[in-house]
């Protein structure tokens, strides 16, 4: 049995269904947040929502549902803003790693495994951050919380995302 195609082969099948899972259900949940935005702008028109606010929790909801339609973008975005740059590969990682790492090509490949999962944790964290935005915005007495939770959610999503400008600034020695 060859480890290494078996690696590869695996490491590529999982990029792949993960992704597609991280975009249908960061999609679908924009999807939900602009429909719950819509609706209460609905609802405050036939005047069902008197004595609550509107402008503030329709507009998190449209903003927030937007940023989870283009979660790509918004990443690139948050990365830019942190780091300065856009995200590098996962794999790009590997080039930090000592020698005796580097000329193994099992566990190089199973760290590269590791840095892909360290990457869609990431993603799946910015989710969760968006998630806990959008819970803040409803209007429930515990929204101070839910702000600074889904903030740290995004910004350690954010850092591994993009783990090698991390990486590169925790190493730059400046």
């Known amino acids: 049995m060859n480890w290494e195609e078996l690696l590869a082969g695996t490491q590529a099948a999982v990029t792949g269904i993960v992704t597609l899972i991280v975009t249908a259900v960061a999609v679908l949940l924009g999807a939900f947040f602009i429909y719950s935005g819509i609706s209460k702008m609905l609802a405050h028109s036939r005047g069902e929502r008197q004595g609550q606010s509107t402008a503030g929790p329709v507009a998190g909801n449209l903003l927030l549902g937007a940023l989870m339609v283009q979660l790509a973008w918004t ?100």
Do not use: K
């Not at 969760?128 to 101070?144: D, I, K």
């Open 75 to 174: 990443i690139d975005m948050i990365s830019v803003t942190m780091f300065g740059a856009t995200p590098d590969s996962p794999n790009s990682a590997m080039q930090y790693m000592p020698d005796p790492v580097a000329s193994n090509p099992m566990l190089s490949q199973m760290i590269n495994v590791g840095v892909l999962w360290v990457f869609c944790i990431g993603f799946v964290a910015i989710v969760r951050g968006f998630v806990l935005w959008n819970t803040m915005v409803s209007g429930n007495q515990r929204g101070q919380d839910e702000g600074w939770r889904g903030f740290w959610h995004i910004f350690f999503g954010a850092m591994a995302v993009n783990l090698t400008a991390v990486i590169r600034m925790l190493t730059s020695g400046g």
